[in-house]
């Protein structure tokens, strides 16, 4: 009995603890709030049909662009000033190059360049993926501005928002996040924002932007990927196994 008095004693004066430490930080001026958004709900029908449309980014089409295109593509960037320009017969300025792809499934090539142009719209950071010589997914890094052109093209899709405060006065934490969907019958995108400040101070700012097929050949990917991982698995074991 002694001793559960003592352990109830000791609870107590923690919680009083715990209490004492809210109202402390309370009247500091902390605080802690958090806001949510979801777009009204939609139905699939009117999902598809808004982004009816929607078959890739600019000149990439998901299912359809090859890789013989790309290089067709990166001889017309050439004649545009704002990639950069020729010096003594070379080329310098952004491209498409291919990334190594060793860790991945071998039928999947991966193409990037550090900018490019839609209108006057700057994407950077572009990656194309291809499986079998055909373009599956584009993944880049935008501003709003992409995500705007999407918005009035393809509808307002799917949204959802959180805005969450931490911290004192003129010292608070602010992250925002924005999702946002589009999609029909064999494509997905989606938008993700996220902006991190404290104070006036912004301290990290993303804006990812990705599209993707929704056919087949996405568990296709999947398995190849697999199996590609366990061979490499397989063959670090078996060298470690013969420097024992």
Same mark, same amino acid.
């Given at each position: 009995m002694l001793v559960s008095a003592r352990l109830k004693n000791k609870n107590m004066r923690k919680i009083c603890i715990y209490l004492l430490l809210i109202g402390l930080i309370s009247s500091c001026g902390?605080? #802690?709030?958090?806001?949510s958004y979801k777009s009204p709900e939609k139905s699939t029908t009117l999902l598809y049909k808004e982004a009816k449309s929607m078959k890739g980014l600019s000149l990439f089409y998901i299912g359809k662009t090859? @890789?013989?295109?790309?290089?067709? @593509?990166?001889?017309?960037?050439? !004649?545009? $000033?704002? &990639?950069? $320009? &020729?010096?003594?017969?070379?080329? @310098?300025?952004d491209d498409f190059e291919k990334e190594d792809n060793? #860790?991945?499934?071998?039928?999947?090539?991966?193409?990037?360049? $550090?900018? &490019?142009? @839609?209108?006057? +719209?700057?994407?950077?950071?572009?990656?194309? &993926?291809?499986?079998?010589?055909?373009?599956y997914k584009i993944r880049c890094w935008t501003s709003d501005i992409l995500r705007d052109a999407f918005i009035k093209k393809y509808g307002e899709?799917?949204?959802?928002?959180?805005?969450?405060?931490?911290? !004192?006065? !003129? #010292?608070?934490?602010?992250?925002?996040?924005e999702n946002i969907t589009w999609e029909n019958d064999s494509l997905i995108a989606t938008y993700d924002s996220s902006i991190e400040s404290i104070g006036t101070s912004i301290i990290s700012s993303t804006n990812d932007f990705v599209i993707?097929?929704?056919?087949?050949? +996405?568990?296709?990917?999947e398995d190849c990927n697999?199996?590609?991982? !366990?061979?490499?698995e397989n063959e670090k074991n078996k060298r470690r196994r013969e420097h024992k």
């Open positions: 902390y605080k #802690n709030e958090h806001e090859t @890789i013989n295109d790309l290089l067709k @593509i990166k001889k017309e960037i050439k !004649k545009d $000033s704002r &990639y950069g $320009s &020729y010096y003594l017969g070379r080329w @310098i300025g060793e #860790n991945t499934c071998p039928d999947i090539e991966i193409y990037k360049i $550090s900018k &490019y142009f @839609i209108g006057d +719209i700057e994407i950077s950071y572009l990656e194309l &993926y291809f499986y079998k010589n055909t373009l899709g799917v949204k959802i928002e959180t805005r969450d405060l931490t911290g !004192k006065e !003129k #010292n608070e934490n602010l992250k925002s996040v993707t097929t929704k056919t087949k050949i +996405i568990k296709e990917i697999q199996k590609e991982y !366990k061979k490499k």
